[in-house]
């Protein structure tokens, strides 16, 4: 993971304001604040980003939170991923072609190593004529918390797609 020690205070020169400014964007206050964010909480929706990012900034918007992760995934900084059922989960583009596990019953989102390291991981046996740039795998489970609920109340039913995560 990326060192964070050093990002607690918001200053501008830094790691964070330096991948800001090798993408090619302006570094601004909020861009810094949703970039720390995202850095410290991986697969964040954006709510939950505006949320912390405006503790911060009492300025900042919700429209303002979408537009720095519109220009983010534009650049190619952030990542969105959208797994079926969830909304739009944001995380720092790392390159590493990684992909993720998601929890049917709580929702919870872990990464996965990419076992090849590099898009497209996967070669699929007929692309129909289209060149392949990257292949996302969504591998769906129960993450150890949900198995242990469950194995504790076997007896009540209904374990799956239970809006909760934290
Ligand atoms: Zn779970
Ligand atoms: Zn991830």
Known sequence: MVD???TRAAEPPGPLADSIRASGLKVTAPRLAVLRVLDQAPHSTAERLFATVRAE?????LQAVYGV???FTGAGIARKIEPAGSPALF???VGDNHHHIVC???GA???V???VGEAPCLTPSNTAGFTVHTAEVTYWGLCPDCQAAISSTSSSPSPLLNKGAQ
């Open 109 to 111: 989102v872990h990464d």
């Open 91 to 93: 995380e720092r583009q």
């Open 57 to 61: 900034l009492p300025g900042t918007s």
């Open 4 to 6: 964070t020690e050093r």
């Open 113 to 115: 190593d990419c076992a």
């Open 69 to 71: 992760l519109a220009a």
């Open 104 to 106: 049917t019953r709580c």
